[in-house]
């Protein structure tokens, strides 16, 4: 049993897209938020090369195109 704790499950995440976009993006901007490190594109031919990727830390979301 949990005491005085809350437990609660957020879906796609909590942030208001309104506030955290602009902020995300001076902060790229200021060269201190790497987008380019976060998410990187892959071929689907890639695809143990992404899964490799996120797993070293080269990228944090590998996203796979057709």
Request: glycine share 8%; hydrophobic share 45%; net charge neutral.
């Amino acid at each position: 049993m949990l005491s005085r704790r809350k437990v609660e499950g957020v879906t796609y995440g909590d942030a208001a897209p309104g506030e955290l976009v602009p902020r995300l993006a001076a902060l790229h901007a200021e060269g201190v938020f790497p987008l380019e490190r976060i998410e990187r594109a892959y071929p689907l031919a890639d695809i143990q090369q992404a899964a490799n990727d996120m797993r070293s830390g080269v990228t944090v979301k590998p996203v796979i195109f057709f």
